[in-house]
């Protein structure tokens, strides 16, 4: 993201630099119409779609399982709309925590162009991840996922999954799709608009999947797990950014990440190799939702692990140049130290001889003969 200059000009409508700075609120001003048509009748039934879930389906009482009904929901083409409406919320949530968070930090701190970019990423991160990890523990506690491990595969598929759950999917595909449009906002640089589409691309390919083949159970253990670890590597870059001595943070931080993706890969090797390679029903059923069939189990662990590899690749790679840029660093500090001893000694040798002793010349000195004789 590049730095945002404000300029007491005022850009033509419509112009490119008019929409730049003024996104957030013509982003407001479209997600108060959709609010707007909750309130009459002739567009609340389209305003609806948007706003709240869809597709919900309620169970009845029974005395063995539950005094209450119980609503649980299933996906749908309708669910498109209501991530469509909660991008506009994260693009104005976003806008809000730049302009009042972020943005007067920077203006404290003056940080260079390079700098002030990264900030602005690792803040933005480090706030989603925050709030995505401990809502996304929250659900996982509530619904005993984290006692009882085998609730990864059992009763698969998931077709029904609580409110919480599915509103956690739908806000996750809602922020991740809103980055698309943030590379426009922040005037991100062409040379970095590849690499923010690619890594956007694979958290919305492998948070659909796991929404549309109903692994949401499988798939909210593993973000959680994935988020926890970018956000102590975020968080870990603010503080560096702050202090450039702080190195702690990212040692803890390679130490977890590779526990994650071990821990990954064991789950999803236990899920997709053990758990529903054992199950009774493993044919493709479209309108139950049954996605348990070799081809696709292969597939998708074959991803998860592609996936993983990857990452590590990426982590590898940064590891060796940071060591490259400590070593790098460390022979010019002992160069220097080097230098300074080298001339400390030259001084005393041309006071005192060579090495710091003193010699027979030096010893038979007038001065020193005139010392003796006193």
């Known amino acids: 993201m590049a730095i945002r200059k404000k300029s007491n000009k005022n850009p033509p409508v419509l112009s ?18 959709f609010l707007l048509g909750l309130m009459f009748e002739f567009t609340a039934k389209a305003a609806v779609i948007f706003v709240t879930l869809q597709y919900n389906v309620t169970i009845p009482a029974t005395e063995e399982q539950s005094a209450e009904t119980i609503s649980l929901y299933h996906y749908g083409i309708k669910d498109l709309a209501t991530i469509f ?10 806008a809000i925590i730049q302009e009042y968070v972020l943005d007067k930090i920077n203006r ?36 005993n996922y984290i006692s009882d491990a085998t609730s990864l595969w059992r009763d698969y598929p998931h077709t029904l999954i609580p409110f919480q759950m599915k509103f956690f999917y739908i806000l996750q595909l809602a922020y991740w799709f809103h980055a698309f449009p943030e590379l426009y906002f922040q005037k991100t640089k062409k040379e970095d608009i590849f690499r923010q589409i690619v890594y956007i691309g694979l958290y919305l390919f492998h948070i659909a999947g796991a929404y549309l083949l109903n692994l ?159």
């Open 16 to 33: 490119h630099e008019f929409i730049v700075q003024n996104h957030a609120d013509i982003v407001s001003f479209v997600a108060v119409i």
């Open 85 to 94: 409406f909660y991008m506009l919320v994260a693009i104005i949530i976003h």
């Open 216 to 374: 949401t159970h499988l798939g909210l253990v593993l973000l959680v797990l994935h988020y926890f670890v970018e956000f102590l590597f975020h968080l870990s870059r603010l503080f560096y950014f702050s202090d450039e001595k702080y190195q702690k943070g990212f040692s803890l931080w390679a130490v977890l990440f590779v526990l994650g993706r071990l821990l990954t890969l064991i789950l999803s090797v236990l899920t997709f190799g053990f758990g529903l390679a054992r199950a009774e029903d493993q044919q493709l059923n479209f309108s139950t939702g049954n996605f348990n069939i070799l081809a696709v189990r292969i597939s998708v662990l074959a991803s998860i692990c592609m996936t993983q590899a990857f990452m590590m690749w990426k982590f590898i790679n940064f590891q060796l140049r940071r060591w490259r840029e400590h070593s790098s660093s460390q022979p010019q500090s002992v160069k220097k130290k080097f230098v300074t001893a080298k001339g400390k000694n030259s001084r005393k040798e041309r006071e005192n001889g060579i090495n710091g002793t003193v010699t027979s010349n030096g010893a038979d000195s007038p001065r020193s003969r005139k010392d003796k004789s006193s």
């Open 108 to 143: 404290k701190m003056h940080f260079s162009k390079t700098k002030h970019s990264k900030f602005n990423e690792s803040g933005q991160l480090s706030a989603f991840y925050l709030f995505s990890c401990v809502w996304g523990t929250s659900i996982l506690v509530s619904e």
